[in-house]
């Protein structure tokens, strides 16, 4: 059946170390690959999108990369502050982007 | 000012009661999404629609319609059909390429 998992349900990290979260998929084949950041009570907010050609991409503090042979995504947070405490989603696409399935998410704190 | 609004945010019916969510985009995106989110969980996709007049049912299509007559509008008909219907719904659009999905606020809906 297919699946996709993220690491532990919640994460807690220490302010100024690197946070790594973890997106495993089982029986999908995705061209691209999302990652979303949701406060409490409110919708995702776009972070990053990786394609299946791609091993790395950045955007500032943050990192994701994409593993098709793994079948796995890891997105990093660098220099974490608690500002950085939410739930992290990761996407993947379906039908070449028809539409996307999403993973149950990482609630990661940040602790000062 | 661009964006996805969706109305209302908190939403209190009776059991056995249609409901109509609102979604409204002025991005000028092709495409439009309905996930539904529980406590702890995920984004499960209900319906989604690439183009004007035409949409396809996601993962969890039963106990929901919807309509795409309007590029800018796309709401959720939450019917006495559906077994659970208190959840967080959210809303999303696209350009349709495998692209960003901006997400509406969102709507809580709770039945009584």
């Known amino acids: 059946s297919q699946k996709i998992e993220q690491n532990s349900e919640a994460l807690n990290i220490q302010e100024g170390k690197t946070a790594t979260l973890t997106c495993n998929y089982t029986n999908y084949s995705p061209a691209y690959l999302q990652w979303y950041r949701q406060d409490p009570g409110r919708g995702p907010v776009f972070l990053l999108l990786i394609r299946e050609n791609e091993k790395e991409k950045r955007k500032e503090r943050l990192k994701v990369t994409f593993d098709t042979t793994l079948k796995q995504s890891l997105f990093h947070i660098t220099a974490s502050q608690p500002a950085d405490s939410a739930t992290y989603l990761c996407a993947l696409d379906r039908n070449y982007g028809q539409n996307f399935v999403f993973g149950p998410g990482t609630r990661l704190s940040v602790l000062p | 000012d661009g964006g996805i609004t969706q109305s209302p945010k908190y939403l209190f019916r009776k059991e056995g009661q249609n409901v109509t969510l609102s979604c409204e985009q002025n991005l000028n995106h092709d495409a439009m999404y309905w996930y539904r989110q529980d406590p702890g969980q995920g984004l499960r996709l209900i319906y989604y629609s690439q183009i004007v007049n035409d949409f396809q049912k996601g993962d969890i299509a039963e106990g929901y319609s919807v309509s795409r007559e309007k590029k800018e509008s796309f709401p959720l008909t939450v019917t006495s059909a559906q077994k659970n219907p208190t959840a967080f719904y959210l809303c999303?659009?696209?350009?349709?390429?495998?692209?960003?999905?901006?997400f509406g606020p969102g709507t809580r809906l709770t039945v009584l």
């Open positions: 999303a659009s696209s350009t349709g390429n495998p692209d960003t999905q901006y």
